[in-house]
């Protein structure tokens, strides 16, 4: 999976670089009207072609809006309904569907990889903890330096055995010591998923996940298969404000961030799982606790090094399993971003305020610039 760096720095970077030319009346009935004004502004300035926002608050329906266009040479415009890549918010899925294995008794996230792959290089060191909250030392695929050879071809077979065998040889740290983002580590997960459960990764997350979570227009990304109201994803032309170009295609993955899915869905996904319809209250606290390397020392200070490296209107920036324990805006939220070729993804939940939050964007980097607006119309600060 080819996808952009991307830190709650560089997100609120982009945001603070451009603001919507209006300010919000900071009250409950303007909500819609101010969220709705910022994604239009977004679009109208060129910033993405198109942009799907889902949002949900306490005991109210979900609310989808769509702006711009979902194909540029057909005209097809944006709805709650046009289907996005979503990248690495793909994660949360993996990682819910390895707790949901462990419930059954199928697996123990504090178990070896080599439990699974005995010929795996130090795999006696790495468990699927180090696996989920990206601590394990595994080399990504993506950053890493890998030759683009040797990313793989989902698609076949013997491209998922020449990625796996290729990763075994790289190690960036001793497991358990730091944390480094790692889209091979979800990979190796996805592996796992479906070494024990006997089904393929996107067969098991879909009867156990997808579907009973109300979720039928997510899939697996696949170029060759006739997707209704699937968006074309673009790059900006940086010398003309507001054209595009159609971005490269940005590859194949399934656990790491394969993924298709809806504003829609995305909603309902969030409240299936911080529902608990989904997993037990176990589970889910193990998703959405902070995660320490050895030191004891939690991953977030490891990964941004310290306060003065943080976003400015974030004061806690942490990593679960498949999500992003943060506080921002004086909010708790659990959430996670996504980008790849052309798309970008941002979900949020935020468990005390009791509100939900999606963007998604056919653009690189499109729903960026909307990242800190967008939090603070929907959270009224």
């Known amino acids: 999976m080819r996808e952009s760096a991307r830190t709650l720095r560089q997100l609120t970077a982009a945001a603070m670089a451009w ?99 005995s010929d795996f290089p130090r795999g006696d060191e790495v468990t699927l903890h180090h696996l989920l909250t990206h601590t394990s030392g595994v080399r990504d695929y993506v950053f890493g330096g890998l030759p683009e050879d040797d990313w793989p071809d989902w698609q076949k077979q013997a491209g998922r055995h020449r990625l796996l065998a290729r990763m075994k040889t790289l190690y960036d740290f001793d497991p358990g010591t730091h944390w480094a983002y790692s889209n091979s580590g979800y990979a190796l997960l996805g592996e ?49 404000r507001g054209a595009f170009r159609n971005a490269p295609f940005g590859g194949v993955s399934i656990a790491e961030g394969g993924l298709c899915s809806t504003a829609g869905d995305l909603l309902r996904w969030n409240r299936a799982l ?36 943080r976003s400015p209107f974030v004061t806690q920036a942490d ?38 939050l999606v963007l998604l964007a056919n653009t690189d980097n499109g729903a960026a610039p909307i990242f800190e607006p967008m939090l603070r119309a929907l959270l009224l600060v």
């Not at 089904?199 to 006739?226: H, K, Y």
């Not at 989904?278 to 030191?295: F, H």
Request: proline share 5%.
């Open 19 to 117: 603001r919507p030319g209006q300010v919000w009346q900071r009250s409950p009935g303007d909500r819609s009207h101010n969220l709705a004004s910022i994604a239009a502004a977004a679009v109208r300035d060129g910033h993405a072609a198109g942009l799907a926002v889902g949002y949900c608050l306490p005991i109210k329906q979900p609310i989808t809006l769509g702006y711009g266009k979902a194909n540029l040479e057909t005209g097809s415009p944006v709805n709650g309904d046009t289907v996005f890549r979503i990248a690495s918010c793909t994660k949360q899925f993996t990682a819910a569907a390895i707790l949901l294995l462990a419930e059954r008794g199928k697996l123990a996230v504090d178990d070896s990889l080599s439990t699974f792959f």
């Open 192 to 240: 796992v998923i479906e070494c024990v459960s006997g089904e393929s990764w996107i067969d098991f997350v879909t009867e156990n996940l997808l579907l009973p979570a109300g979720m039928f227009a997510t899939l697996l990304e696949d170029p060759a298969r006739i997707v209704p109201r699937r968006a074309a994803g673009y790059s900006r032309d940086e010398n003309k």
């Open 274 to 309: 911080y529902g608990g319809r989904l997993l037990s209250e176990a589970s889910l606290r193990s998703m959405t606790a902070v995660a320490t390397i050895k030191d004891g020392t939690p991953v977030g200070w490891a990964h941004f090094g310290g306060d003065t490296e």
């Open 319 to 356: 990593y679960g399993y498949g999500l992003e324990i943060s506080r921002m805006l004086g909010h708790r939220v659990f959430w996670h971003s996504g980008g790849i070729n052309g798309f970008n993804a941002i979900m949020l939940h935020f468990p005390d305020a009791r509100a939900d």
